[in-house]
């Protein structure tokens, strides 16, 4: 069984509070937010003052999915949030398992987030240092993307190379209800959702994006 993660950025900004009373109303356990730098990619979003604040008005756990160049320079900030999980993209540094080390001294779960071009492989000398893995399916940065279908296949691939591993696969990005079941399917477990939950009528929707991975 799956589990749905709203995705904060597809929120409505100027009805935050509302946004996240709601989520918590449906019971949501687990938020995405994501914090972009302008750099690692174009958009700029959340930072972790604005993440700090949120969390400080919401009972969810955050999962923050770091899209910055020198993530490095940025992880005690991001630490000092609350945030329980964390992911840092294999391409933003050449330091990926030291991050990762960092992130789970700190006892947050560390994830690492591959983009549509990067093959799982990269993650092998990595798997034991890793609580989740988000396999990225749309190019991150921009909201209101197609879905890119070989990342099914990925998901398989990945699922097989953990094994009897506790290690979670996260997908992100282009995913509606028949998505959700197809990635559940493929064996992803936490499933980020943006503008297919906030646009419209989100009770229905969230229901059904629910009920999908049921
Ligand atoms: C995009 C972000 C996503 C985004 C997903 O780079 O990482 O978390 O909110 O939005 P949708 O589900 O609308 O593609
Ligand atoms: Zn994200």
């Known amino acids: 069984m799956a589990q749905i993660l709203p995705s904060i950025f597809g929120a409505d900004i100027m009805h935050l509070q509302d946004e996240i009373d709601f989520l918590e109303r449906e019971q949501t356990k687990l938020l995405h937010v994501d914090l972009m730098d302008g750099n690692f990619v174009s958009n700029i979003a959340f930072g ?3 993440i700090a604040e949120m969390k400080q008005h919401s009972k969810m756990l955050f999962d923050v999915h770091m899209m910055v160049d020198h993530p490095l320079d940025h992880l005690d900030d991001v630490i000092a949030t609350g945030a329980e999980m964390i992911s840092v993209h294999y391409e933003s540094t050449p330091h990926v398992h030291s991050m990762l080390q960092k992130i789970r001294k700190a006892g947050r779960k560390a994830g690492v987030v591959i983009n549509p071009g990067t093959p799982e492989a990269v993650l092998e000398y990595l798997i034991d240092e890793i609580d989740y893995i988000l396999i990225m399916t749309i190019n991150p940065g921009q909201p ?6 070989k990342s099914l296949e990925k998901i398989r691939n990945t699922k097989k190379m953990i094994g009897d591993r506790k290690i979670q696969i996260e997908v992100d990005g282009g995913v509606d209800r028949e998505i959700a079941m197809e990635c559940d399917a493929a064996g992803a477990e936490l499933i980020v959702v943006g ?12 229901k059904a994006l629910k009920d999908a991975v049921k």
């Open 144 to 149: 209101g993307q197609t879905f890119i279908r």
């Open 195 to 206: 503008g297919a939950l906030f646009s419209g009528n989100k009770e229905e929707q969230y």
């Open 48 to 50: 972790p003052n604005q």
